[in-house]
Structures are given as C-alpha cells and as structure tokens.
C-alpha cells in the first residue's frame, strides 16, 4: 500500500496539468506514492497529458471538483489523500514535509499548506501575504482551514473527510 495518494481533479486542464504533475513527479522523498487522476470528461488534451505521468486515470461523466475528489479517494489505496488542483504546483518537499505531521500525530486529521501565486504584482503580492498569515493564524487558533488547492487528509478521520470532500 502506498504511503500517500496524490488526487488530482481534471475537467480542460491541458495548458497547466503537465507543470501540476511533473512538481508531483518530482518529490524529493522516499515515500511510496500513487498519483491518482481523476477526470470530468475533458474535451481537450488533458488525458494525453495525464496518462504520460498518472498512475492511475479515473474517468467520470458527471463533472464536478467534488465529485473528481470523492471518486479518487474511492479509489486511492493509501490511507492518505493529498489533492492538488491541476493549475497547482507543489514544492520538490511537499510530500516529505508533510506526511510525517499528519501521520506522527493522531490529533491532526488534515493540513493545507501556504501559496504563492505564479504572478507577481504589488497587489497579488499583497493578498498573498494577508491569506497565508490569515490562514497560519487560524491555525494557531485552532480553528484551521483547509484549502481545496493543496491538503492532505487522513482516511483515518472520516468526519474530515466527509466535510471537504462533499
């Protein structure tokens, strides 16, 4: 079984799946991953692009982000799901960095991490900064958020699992 099961939703993402999925193919990590698409009956090249690096490819005629995420936990084999949206990329330490807080600590049944936009302005720069600190202070809090964009979730805590997914 895997450590980790990487979901990534799909629905005309071929302009921007293949950077999402080579920072996924990238992980620096000695962890055992299977990357898992999950696709809404895109009417472009997104599954040409997808079947040169997924694992596995889940295709589904309804569409529906939520949907796409349900389907791919249904089918992911590990005990922990990462999803990553298509116009997403992760860091090469994402996988590392990550998986040892959810799985070393029964009392954490889900995590998202901080973001960057990929284009830079004063402004952009700006909302950045305010969401991340927002964000790590919720946490702080107690009171964390999980972003759809970047997560890893637990199977071991349904009720999470339940509530982002659908």
Not at 30 to 35: A, F, K, N, R, V
Not at 111 to 128: P, Q
Request: hydrophobic letters at 40%; glycine letters at 6%; one cysteine or more.
């Amino acid at each position: 079984m895997p450590d980790v099961s990487v979901i990534v939703p799909t629905l005309n993402e071929s302009k921007v799946l293949k950077k999402c999925l080579t920072s996924i193919k990238s992980q620096k990590t000695h962890l055992d991953y299977e990357l898992v698409i999950v696709d809404g009956a895109s009417t472009d090249n997104t599954l040409e692009v997808a079947e040169k690096y997924a694992d596995k490819i889940i295709t589904m005629k309804k569409k529906g982000i939520w949907r796409a995420r349900n389907a791919g936990a249904k089918k992911a084999k590990s005990n922990y799901y990462c999803f990553v949206d298509a116009d997403t990329w992760i860091p090469k330490n994402y996988l590392s960095s990550t998986y040892p807080v959810i799985s070393g600590d029964s009392s954490i049944g889900a995590l998202s991490c901080a973001f960057n936009f990929d284009k830079k302005s004063k402004t952009i720069k700006m909302v950045e900064i305010i969401c991340n600190n927002y964000l790590a202070l919720k946490g702080l809090m107690g009171k964390g958020e999980i972003l759809g964009f970047n997560n890893l979730i637990s199977k071991l805590v349904p009720e999470i699992v339940i509530n982002h997914l659908g």
